[in-house]
Protein backbone atom coordinates (compact mmCIF):
# COMPACT_ATOMS: atom_id res chain seq x y z
CA UNK A 1 0.00 0.00 0.00
CA UNK A 2 1.01 3.52 -1.05
CA UNK A 3 -0.12 6.64 0.44
CA UNK A 4 1.08 10.25 -0.92
CA UNK A 5 0.33 13.30 1.32
CA UNK A 6 1.04 16.92 -0.30
CA UNK A 7 0.96 20.13 1.05
CA UNK A 8 -1.91 22.50 0.28
CA UNK A 9 -1.93 26.02 2.03
CA UNK A 10 0.45 24.97 4.87
CA UNK A 11 -1.69 22.04 5.54
CA UNK A 12 -1.07 18.26 5.10
CA UNK A 13 -3.64 16.43 3.31
CA UNK A 14 -3.45 13.22 1.48
CA UNK A 15 -5.50 9.98 0.85
CA UNK A 16 -4.56 6.13 -0.15
CA UNK A 17 -2.54 5.27 -3.55
CA UNK A 18 -5.05 2.90 -4.36
CA UNK A 19 -8.39 6.04 -4.62
CA UNK A 20 -6.16 8.58 -6.29
CA UNK A 21 -3.25 7.25 -7.91
CA UNK A 22 -3.90 4.43 -10.39
CA UNK A 23 -0.53 4.56 -13.07
CA UNK A 24 2.98 5.63 -12.24
CA UNK A 25 2.24 8.44 -14.75
CA UNK A 26 -0.38 9.88 -11.61
CA UNK A 27 2.38 9.24 -9.33
CA UNK A 28 4.24 11.50 -11.35
CA UNK A 29 1.83 14.61 -11.49
CA UNK A 30 1.80 14.51 -7.64
CA UNK A 31 4.32 17.22 -5.56
CA UNK A 32 4.27 15.03 -2.35
CA UNK A 33 6.36 15.83 1.00
CA UNK A 34 5.85 12.59 2.47
CA UNK A 35 5.33 8.96 0.84
CA UNK A 36 4.35 6.25 3.38
CA UNK A 37 4.66 2.44 2.38
CA UNK A 38 3.38 -0.19 3.81
CA UNK A 39 4.18 -3.28 2.93
CA UNK A 40 5.24 -2.00 -0.80
CA UNK A 41 5.44 -4.55 -4.05
CA UNK A 42 8.08 -4.53 -6.27
CA UNK A 43 6.08 -2.41 -8.55
CA UNK A 44 5.05 0.16 -6.17
CA UNK A 45 9.33 0.30 -5.66
CA UNK A 46 9.79 1.01 -9.31
CA UNK A 47 7.57 3.78 -9.57
CA UNK A 48 9.49 5.67 -6.11
CA UNK A 49 12.46 4.47 -8.43
CA UNK A 50 11.37 6.14 -11.46
CA UNK A 51 9.60 9.54 -9.72
CA UNK A 52 11.96 10.09 -7.58
CA UNK A 53 15.54 8.65 -8.36
CA UNK A 54 14.70 6.88 -5.10
CA UNK A 55 16.00 2.80 -4.62
CA UNK A 56 14.32 1.43 -1.74
CA UNK A 57 16.81 -1.32 -0.40
CA UNK A 58 15.34 -5.00 -0.13
CA UNK A 59 16.58 -5.19 3.67
CA UNK A 60 15.67 -1.75 4.58
CA UNK A 61 13.27 -3.14 7.35
CA UNK A 62 15.72 -5.59 8.76
CA UNK A 63 16.64 -5.91 12.58
CA UNK A 64 19.59 -4.26 12.41
CA UNK A 65 20.80 -2.83 15.90
CA UNK A 66 24.04 -1.20 14.85
CA UNK A 67 23.99 2.26 15.62
CA UNK A 68 25.70 2.99 11.73
CA UNK A 69 23.62 0.91 10.12
CA UNK A 70 20.38 2.58 11.26
CA UNK A 71 21.21 6.28 11.49
CA UNK A 72 23.65 7.24 8.30
CA UNK A 73 23.65 9.98 5.25
CA UNK A 74 24.39 8.40 1.82
CA UNK A 75 26.65 10.70 -0.40
CA UNK A 76 23.92 11.59 -2.77
CA UNK A 77 21.96 13.50 0.22
CA UNK A 78 19.59 10.59 1.43
CA UNK A 79 19.18 10.42 5.20
CA UNK A 80 18.40 7.01 6.00
CA UNK A 81 16.90 6.53 10.38
CA UNK A 82 15.64 3.35 11.17
CA UNK A 83 13.31 3.43 14.01
CA UNK A 84 10.79 0.95 16.25
CA UNK A 85 7.12 2.40 17.40
CA UNK A 86 4.96 0.40 19.28
CA UNK A 87 1.55 -1.45 19.10
CA UNK A 88 -0.26 -1.98 22.13
CA UNK A 89 -3.28 -4.08 20.88
CA UNK A 90 -5.64 -7.17 21.62
CA UNK A 91 -3.61 -9.36 19.90
CA UNK A 92 -0.15 -8.76 21.38
CA UNK A 93 2.23 -5.72 22.01
CA UNK A 94 5.32 -5.54 19.86
CA UNK A 95 7.75 -2.83 18.43
CA UNK A 96 7.50 -2.58 14.65
CA UNK A 97 10.48 -1.47 12.97
CA UNK A 98 10.18 1.74 9.98
CA UNK A 99 12.39 2.94 7.87
CA UNK A 100 12.67 6.84 6.87
CA UNK A 101 14.70 8.05 3.91
CA UNK A 102 14.41 12.04 4.00
CA UNK A 103 15.66 12.81 0.05
CA UNK A 104 14.86 16.29 -1.87
CA UNK A 105 12.35 17.38 0.75
CA UNK A 106 10.45 14.58 0.41
CA UNK A 107 10.12 12.10 3.61
CA UNK A 108 9.70 8.11 2.43
CA UNK A 109 8.88 5.50 5.68
CA UNK A 110 8.74 1.89 4.52
CA UNK A 111 7.37 -0.44 7.17
CA UNK A 112 5.25 -3.84 7.39
CA UNK A 113 2.36 -2.87 9.63
CA UNK A 114 -0.31 -0.32 9.94
CA UNK A 115 1.06 1.98 12.81
CA UNK A 116 -0.99 3.39 15.29
CA UNK A 117 1.25 6.60 15.29
CA UNK A 118 0.92 7.33 11.65
CA UNK A 119 -2.89 7.24 11.91
CA UNK A 120 -3.01 10.05 14.74
CA UNK A 121 -0.51 12.57 12.53
CA UNK A 122 -2.75 12.38 10.17
CA UNK A 123 -5.67 12.84 11.94
CA UNK A 124 -4.07 15.62 13.21
CA UNK A 125 -2.69 16.97 10.18
CA UNK A 126 -6.28 17.07 9.07
CA UNK A 127 -7.39 18.79 12.05
CA UNK A 128 -4.72 21.37 12.71
CA UNK A 129 -4.03 23.84 10.08
CA UNK A 130 -0.45 24.40 9.47
CA UNK A 131 0.95 21.68 11.48
CA UNK A 132 3.33 21.06 8.84
CA UNK A 133 5.22 22.63 6.76
CA UNK A 134 8.29 20.28 5.30
CA UNK A 135 9.16 16.74 5.26
CA UNK A 136 11.36 17.42 8.40
CA UNK A 137 8.02 18.45 10.42
CA UNK A 138 6.45 15.04 9.56
CA UNK A 139 9.60 13.11 10.44
CA UNK A 140 8.91 15.15 14.03
CA UNK A 141 5.76 15.14 14.74
CA UNK A 142 5.81 11.24 13.98
CA UNK A 143 8.16 10.83 17.12
CA UNK A 144 6.26 13.76 19.21
CA UNK A 145 2.66 11.52 18.72
CA UNK A 146 5.42 8.34 19.01
CA UNK A 147 6.07 9.30 22.32
CA UNK A 148 2.70 10.28 23.25
CA UNK A 149 1.07 7.02 22.27
CA UNK A 150 3.72 5.31 24.86
CA UNK A 151 2.63 7.92 27.43
CA UNK A 152 -0.93 6.39 26.95
CA UNK A 153 0.24 2.88 26.91
CA UNK A 154 2.32 3.20 30.31
CA UNK A 155 -1.01 4.80 31.68
CA UNK A 156 -3.14 1.94 31.11
CA UNK A 157 0.03 -0.26 32.29
CA UNK A 158 -0.64 1.87 35.58
CA UNK A 159 -4.09 1.18 35.65
CA UNK A 160 -3.94 -2.14 35.46
CA UNK A 161 -1.41 -3.28 37.97
CA UNK A 162 -3.56 -0.98 40.02
CA UNK A 163 -5.57 -4.17 39.55
CA UNK A 164 -3.19 -6.41 40.28
CA UNK A 165 -2.16 -4.75 43.09
CA UNK A 166 -6.12 -5.35 44.79
CA UNK A 167 -5.75 -9.35 43.77
CA UNK A 168 -2.56 -9.41 45.21
CA UNK A 169 -3.08 -7.63 48.78
CA UNK A 170 -6.37 -8.63 49.81
CA UNK A 171 -6.54 -11.44 52.83
CA UNK A 172 -5.90 -14.73 50.80
CA UNK A 173 -4.63 -15.86 47.91
CA UNK A 174 -4.51 -19.28 46.53
CA UNK A 175 -1.60 -21.09 43.66
CA UNK A 176 -4.92 -20.67 40.77
CA UNK A 177 -5.36 -16.83 41.17
CA UNK A 178 -1.35 -16.37 42.18
CA UNK A 179 -0.77 -18.04 38.86
CA UNK A 180 -3.16 -15.74 37.30
CA UNK A 181 -1.56 -12.68 38.73
CA UNK A 182 1.85 -13.79 38.06
CA UNK A 183 0.83 -13.94 34.08
CA UNK A 184 -0.75 -10.25 34.32
CA UNK A 185 2.35 -9.00 35.57
CA UNK A 186 4.49 -10.50 33.19
CA UNK A 187 2.72 -9.35 30.28
CA UNK A 188 2.91 -5.65 32.07
CA UNK A 189 6.60 -6.03 32.36
CA UNK A 190 7.02 -7.24 28.78
CA UNK A 191 4.89 -3.98 27.35
CA UNK A 192 6.71 -2.02 29.82
CA UNK A 193 10.19 -3.06 28.51
CA UNK A 194 8.81 -2.51 24.83
CA UNK A 195 7.93 0.63 25.34
CA UNK A 196 11.85 1.60 27.34
CA UNK A 197 13.22 0.29 23.96
CA UNK A 198 10.65 2.40 21.79
CA UNK A 199 11.45 5.87 23.98
CA UNK A 200 15.39 4.60 23.81
CA UNK A 201 15.29 4.05 20.08
CA UNK A 202 12.85 7.61 19.69
CA UNK A 203 15.89 9.31 21.25
CA UNK A 204 18.83 7.92 19.59
CA UNK A 205 16.89 9.34 16.21
CA UNK A 206 15.84 12.92 17.53
CA UNK A 207 19.88 13.08 18.55
CA UNK A 208 20.43 11.96 15.23
CA UNK A 209 18.48 14.65 13.68
CA UNK A 210 19.82 16.88 16.24
CA UNK A 211 23.32 16.59 15.26
CA UNK A 212 22.96 16.34 11.68
CA UNK A 213 22.41 20.04 11.67
CA UNK A 214 19.29 19.35 9.46
CA UNK A 215 16.85 21.32 11.76
CA UNK A 216 15.78 24.94 11.87
CA UNK A 217 15.76 27.11 15.06
CA UNK A 218 12.20 25.86 15.52
CA UNK A 219 12.53 22.41 14.87
CA UNK A 220 15.91 22.19 16.73
CA UNK A 221 13.40 23.21 19.84
CA UNK A 222 10.65 21.05 19.20
CA UNK A 223 13.32 18.62 19.14
CA UNK A 224 14.55 19.55 22.45
CA UNK A 225 10.85 19.10 24.04
CA UNK A 226 10.94 15.77 22.63
CA UNK A 227 13.85 14.68 24.11
CA UNK A 228 12.39 16.47 27.81
CA UNK A 229 9.06 14.20 27.29
CA UNK A 230 11.30 11.31 26.46
CA UNK A 231 13.28 11.89 29.96
CA UNK A 232 10.12 11.85 31.85
CA UNK A 233 8.90 8.50 30.17
CA UNK A 234 12.16 7.08 31.37
CA UNK A 235 11.55 7.92 34.98
CA UNK A 236 8.00 6.05 34.92
CA UNK A 237 9.12 3.20 33.24
CA UNK A 238 11.50 2.48 35.86
CA UNK A 239 8.95 3.23 38.63
CA UNK A 240 6.67 0.44 36.59
CA UNK A 241 10.00 -1.81 36.74
CA UNK A 242 10.44 -1.53 40.44
CA UNK A 243 6.31 -1.83 41.51
CA UNK A 244 6.22 -4.95 38.91
CA UNK A 245 9.22 -6.17 41.09
CA UNK A 246 7.27 -5.79 44.42
CA UNK A 247 4.20 -7.44 42.99
CA UNK A 248 6.28 -9.91 41.92
CA UNK A 249 8.10 -10.95 44.75
CA UNK A 250 4.77 -10.45 46.82
CA UNK A 251 2.84 -13.09 44.71
CA UNK A 252 5.87 -15.53 45.17
CA UNK A 253 5.49 -15.16 48.75
CA UNK A 254 2.15 -15.87 48.84
CA UNK A 255 3.09 -19.08 46.90
CA UNK A 256 5.94 -19.72 48.90
CA UNK A 257 3.66 -19.68 52.26
CA UNK A 258 0.99 -21.77 50.86
CA UNK A 259 3.58 -24.17 49.97
CA UNK A 260 4.79 -24.24 53.48
CA UNK A 261 1.38 -24.78 54.86
CA UNK A 262 1.32 -28.08 52.80
CA UNK A 263 4.69 -29.17 53.68
CA UNK A 264 3.74 -28.21 57.64
CA UNK A 265 1.37 -30.39 57.64
CA UNK A 266 3.47 -33.01 56.32
CA UNK A 267 6.05 -32.24 58.78
CA UNK A 268 3.16 -32.74 61.81
CA UNK A 269 2.35 -36.27 60.26
CA UNK A 270 5.86 -37.60 59.81
CA UNK A 271 6.57 -36.50 63.68
CA UNK A 272 2.87 -37.93 64.48
CA UNK A 273 4.05 -41.47 63.30
CA UNK A 274 7.18 -41.77 64.39
CA UNK A 275 5.89 -42.68 67.98
CA UNK A 276 3.90 -45.22 66.61
CA UNK A 277 6.79 -46.77 64.41
CA UNK A 278 8.96 -47.55 67.04
CA UNK A 279 6.19 -48.99 69.00
CA UNK A 280 5.52 -51.02 66.34
CA UNK A 281 9.30 -51.78 65.55
CA UNK A 282 10.10 -52.63 69.41
CA UNK A 283 6.82 -55.63 69.10
CA UNK A 284 7.85 -56.83 66.11
CA UNK A 285 11.29 -57.60 66.85
CA UNK A 286 9.83 -60.99 68.89
CA UNK A 287 12.28 -61.50 71.58
CA UNK A 288 11.31 -64.89 73.65
CA UNK A 289 11.24 -62.71 76.98
CA UNK A 290 9.24 -59.88 76.39
CA UNK A 291 6.58 -59.79 78.96
CA UNK A 292 3.97 -58.42 76.71
CA UNK A 293 3.65 -61.47 74.34
CA UNK A 294 1.97 -63.84 77.03
CA UNK A 295 -0.81 -61.02 77.87
CA UNK A 296 -3.96 -61.49 76.61
CA UNK A 297 -4.66 -57.66 76.47
CA UNK A 298 -0.95 -57.04 75.12
CA UNK A 299 -1.81 -56.28 71.31
CA UNK A 300 -4.98 -53.97 72.21
CA UNK A 301 -2.70 -52.01 74.26
CA UNK A 302 0.04 -51.58 72.05
CA UNK A 303 -2.90 -50.39 69.44
CA UNK A 304 -4.07 -48.17 72.65
CA UNK A 305 -0.43 -46.63 72.79
CA UNK A 306 -0.09 -46.04 69.19
CA UNK A 307 -2.87 -43.95 69.10
CA UNK A 308 -2.18 -41.92 72.17
CA UNK A 309 1.28 -41.42 70.35
CA UNK A 310 -0.29 -40.04 67.25
CA UNK A 311 -3.08 -38.34 69.26
CA UNK A 312 -0.65 -36.58 71.72
CA UNK A 313 1.58 -34.69 69.16
CA UNK A 314 -1.46 -33.24 67.16
CA UNK A 315 -2.92 -31.88 70.52
CA UNK A 316 0.49 -30.16 71.55
CA UNK A 317 1.35 -28.77 68.02
CA UNK A 318 -2.56 -27.22 67.94
CA UNK A 319 -1.69 -25.83 71.31
CA UNK A 320 1.11 -24.11 69.97
CA UNK A 321 -0.45 -23.02 67.40
CA UNK A 322 1.37 -24.92 64.54
CA UNK A 323 -1.42 -25.82 62.58
CA UNK A 324 -3.34 -22.94 61.43
Same mark, same amino acid.
Not at 74 to 102: K, M, Q, T, Y
Not at 191 to 196: A, C, D, K, P, S
Not at 304 to 321: C, D, E, S
Given at each position: ????????????? *?????? &??????????? !? /?????????????? $??? !????????????????????????????? #???? =??? %?????? #????? @????????????????? #????????????????? +????????????????? +? &?????????????????????????????????????????????????????????? @??????? !???? +??????? =???????????????????????????? @? *??????????????????????????????????????????????? /??????? @?????? /???? %? =??? $????
Amino acid at each position: MLNVFTLDNGRLK *GGLFQE &EIETAEDLALS !R /PIWVDLESPTQEEK $GWI !RDRFGLTIPEDIVDEDLEESARFYEEDNG #ELHI =RSD %FLIDDD #ESARN @VRVAFILYNNVLFSVHN #EDLPVFRLLRLRARRIP +ALIEDAKDVLLKLYDAD +A &EYSADVLEGIYDNLEKVSARVLKKDVNDTEAGEVLAAIAREEDLNGRIRRNVMDTRRA @VSFMMRS !RMLN +AEQFEES =RQILRDIDSLDSHTAFLFDKINFLMDAT @V *GFININQNKIIKIFSVASVALLPPTLIASIYGMNFKHMPELDWEWGY /PFALLLM @VATVAA /PFVY %F =RRK $GWLR
